[in-house]
Structure formats: structure tokens, C-alpha cells
């Protein structure tokens, strides 16, 4: 009965993870009156895939609603290129008007959203501006890089009719625009009322009244799109600092598993880690059903290598379809194959860690056999079945290298001195060491 219950109570905490993401959906039902419909959809923290899967959502919704305009509060940083490009390629291709409301600061790739809005009203006190790309480890990116972002700059500015001069100038250090005093070594970043005098800006707006008021709307009907409580976690898990993180607990839980009994807190910790980290790419719209097929196969081949000895196949198997598995989960491969990278230094140094410093103490005791096997504790090992010494005998199994194998009447476990060796063999002992008896198969002269 407890059994049943407990897969019960699963299985609704299951279901109320799925239906989390249907909250937000509830205001796509028809507008009551015949009042404008102004959806308001925030942009806000790092600009990352799972934001950009948010948006899609909240575009789709407004949408299927026939909503009048869509208004992006902006306050962002900046984040990755690439999806800031999946934004802007999704507001190009709204018939909504699009109005880009900064709260508080569009910098870099929350400039580049703002230049993709049809209008720009910008709070007093806010800024824009300082979209000079970068690498993963914060320098100056490459030649190439730069040259993609600054036509993408451009392309933005002049999509509604502004002077790409000063979209270079925010991207581009060599841009000198001196009566803003931007001189070289140096990024554009417009204050509200620089950018309404370049034409970077359609209004200042203290406010939602003040921003209705420029648009000309008395009555509306609004709609606050807000980001549900799976699309947090998405948005956390898929962070390019967090996936590493995430990969490294994983894999040091489920390691520090193996070399413990039954199944305890590292096996759980790792299974959450990893699973926190498809479901988060699942749910952003990264991975599919097949990575997490793939990488459960890996993971049941990689089990299968290790209880079952054999030639090593199925641990490269295993090990070739875990990373597959979440290459496909990810939505850029190379940022993938660094987050691998990443995790599978910091689980070495994490399992050294551990093992030399905790491994007698506390919980982790019970990893490490702590017991002395000296004589002089009276400790007696099993006999050397140096009788053994070139006897020769026959496997009963195949030997992987491990297997049985019978000598004059007795059975014995025995271990191959080199690869595989058939069952039904002529084998001799060469070795032997406590209970380790190591066999050579012997070659019948013809």
C-alpha cells in the first residue's frame, strides 16, 4: 500500500509540473469589451535560449488573441548573440506593433531587441546602447564574430529608418561620434534624451500610463504575460555557467553511486542534476525525446560494462551515446562539447577530492575500506593456492577476462593473464596472489 502511494504521489507531482506552463495561457481568451488588447511581455536578466522560447510562447499567445500591440519591457544586460537573433527574427516576422518599453537598461543584445521594435520609448534614467560582442571567457571576439553582429546592428537600425551610424557606434569602438562624446576605445550608450534626438527613441515614458498616453489609447485592456514556473527553471539550467555545473554534480554523484552500497544520496543527487538539466532543455525547445532516449541507453550500456566484464564495447558505447545524448539536447554544439569538457575535469578533481580528504569521515567511510589487513592485526588472508603453480585445468565459462574454470575436481574463479578466452579451453595457472588465480589458455601443438 505505502508502494502504491508513493508512485501515486509521483505521478501528481508529475502532472503538476506539466500543467505549470499552462498557467500563463489563460489570457488568450477573447477580449470582453471591444478595447484595445496591449500585451506586456518582460525582457528581462541575460537574453538566453530559454527567454527566447518564453517570447515565442507570449508572441503565439497574443497572437491567437488578435492583440492591438505588444509591449516589451525591456531591463537585460545583454546575453547570447544567437538568441538574440531568434528574437529578432520572431518580432520581424509579428504583424503586431511591437513597442520596446526600456525600464531600466537595453545593453548589447537588449539594444539590438529594442532596434528590432517598431518604437522605442525609453524611462527617464535608463540607457541603451554598449552591444560590443564578446566571447564565452569575456574578450573581444573575432574578426568574424564582429563583422556578423555589426551588419546585424545595421540591418536593425535601418529595419524602421535609423541612422545605422549610431547602432555601429554601440558595437563598434572605432565609430567616432564626437558631439556625443564618443570618441575611440569607447561604445555608444544613448541616455533617453540622446536617443530621442537621434532618433534612437519615439518618446519618454515614466510609465504604462504615460506610454499609453503616447500611443494615443485611453481604454485598454492589458495582458501581463509572465514567465511560469517550469520556464524559470528552464531559463536557469540552460545558462551556458550553469549547464557545466550541472554536468559535473551529475556525474560526481552518480560516480561516488558506483563505489557505495545500494543506491543513497550521490546516486539521487546526480539523477536530479541530470535530470533538471533535459528537462530544462526539453522544455525550452532544445532537445527532444531521442536525446533522452540516447542517453538513457548509454547509461544502461555504461551499467551493463560495469557489472558485466567483457571487452570494453559496451563502455564505449555507453559512453559515445551519454554524449550524444546531450549534444543533441544542446543548442549549440561546440558550447556543448566545453560544458562536457568542463564536467568531466571538475568531477576528476571533485572524486580525488573526496575520496583523499572525506573518505574517512562521516557518510563517506562508507566508501573506502578502512580496515588494516596487516599480520600484525592478526589479520589472515586466504590461502595462495601456490599448489596451483602450472596446473592445468578447463574453463567451464568464458573467461571476460574473469569466469570459472575447473582443476582436478574443483571448481575455482580465475582470471585470464591476457584477453578472452572460450569456454571448454585447456588453461594453466601462472599466477597466483590470496584468492586471484590468473590463467593462460594453452595452444595445442598440431
Known sequence: MNTFRLRMSLLLIVVAL??????SFVYSETSPTNDPVVYYIPVEQTVERGLAAFMQRSFQAAADEGADYIVLEIHTPGGAVDAAGDIARLMQNTEIPIIAFVTKEAISAGAY???????????????MGAAGVIDGAGNAADEKAQSYWLAEMRAAAELNDRDPLYALAMADRSVEIPELGVTDERFLTLSPSEALEVGYAEAIASNRAELMEHLDLDQVTEREME?????????????????PILLSIGSLGLVLELYSPGF????????????????????????????ILLFGIGFLLIMVEIFIPGFGIFGVLGIGAVIGGM???SFSMSSMVISIFIAVILTAIG???????????????????????????????????????????ETLTPLR???????GGERLDVVSEGGYIEQGRKI?????????????EVKENL
Open 18 to 23: 506539466l500543467l505549470v506552463p499552462l498557467q
Open 113 to 127: 531587441i529594442a532596434l528590432n521594435a517598431d518604437e522605442i520609448v525609453m524611462a527617464p534614467g535608463t540607457t
Open 227 to 243: 514567465v511560469s514556473f517550469a520556464e524559470q527553471i528552464a531559463r536557469f539550467v540552460t545558462h551556458p555557467i550553469v549547464i
Open 264 to 291: 543513497g544520496v550521490p546516486g539521487f543527487m546526480g539523477l536530479a542534476a541530470l535530470g533538471l538539466f533535459f528537462f530544462g532543455h526539453l522544455f525550452a525547445g532544445f532537445a527532444g525525446w531521442e536525446s
Open 327 to 329: 549534444l543533441l539536447a
Open 351 to 393: 572524486t580525488v577530492f573526496i575520496f583523499r580528504y572525506f573518505g574517512n569521515r562521516g557518510p563517506w567511510k562508507k566508501l573506502i575500506l578502512t580496515d588494516s589487513t596487516s599480520s600484525e592485526k592478526g589479520y589472515i588472508t586466504n590461502h595462495t593456492r601456490a599448489e596451483l603453480l602450472e596446473m592445468e585445468g
Open 401 to 407: 577476462p574473469s569466469g570459472s574454470a575447473v582443476f
Open 428 to 440: 594453466q595457472v601462472v599466477y597466483t596472489s590470496g584468492s586471484r588465480i590468473v590463467v593462460r
